[in-house]
Nanobody, 124 residues
Framework: QVALVESGGGSVQAGGSLRLSCAAS????????MAWFRQAPGNEREGVAI????????SYVDAVKGRFTISRDNATKTLYLQMDSLNPEDTAMYYC?????????????????WGQGTQVTVSS
């Protein structure tokens, strides 16, 4: 079993930055995919960024490429999402997700483990 706890959300003005953290505990050695998703009110959940833990490969949704960076600290078992040049369209609840299998950002319903979410609000 794996537990995920997000932190780092908050309110920021457009153009600002935030860094989200996701602390993982439990049987984390089995995890192959770790990702960030977001969901704004009235919208479907959207995959933002993913990292494949075995070889470090990453992928991003087009809307955040060049602005967001996903990373993982293996020593502390923490997943990060550095978010720069934020704009109001980035406002959403952000969730950390993980799975023992190789997943994609388009298959959110197949991820086994989810955090409780952290709110990000960007004002213009």
């Amino acid at each position: 079993q794996v537990a995920l706890v997000e932190s780092g959300g908050g309110s920021v003005q457009a153009g600002g930055s935030l860094r989200l953290s996701c602390a993982a505990s439990g049987d984390t050695g089995r995890l192959a995919s770790m990702a960030w998703f977001r969901q704004a009110p009235g919208n479907e959940r959207e995959g933002v960024a993913i990292i494949y833990t075995k070889y470090g490969g990453t992928s991003y949704v087009d809307a955040v490429k060049g602005r967001f960076t996903i990373s993982r600290d293996n020593a502390t078992k923490t997943l990060y999402l550095q978010m720069d040049s934020l704009n109001p369209e980035d406002t959403a609840m952000y969730y950390c997700a993980a799975d023992p299998g190789l997943k994609s950002l388009r298959a959110s319903s197949t991820y086994r483990y989810w955090g409780q979410g952290t709110q990000v609000t960007v004002s213009s």
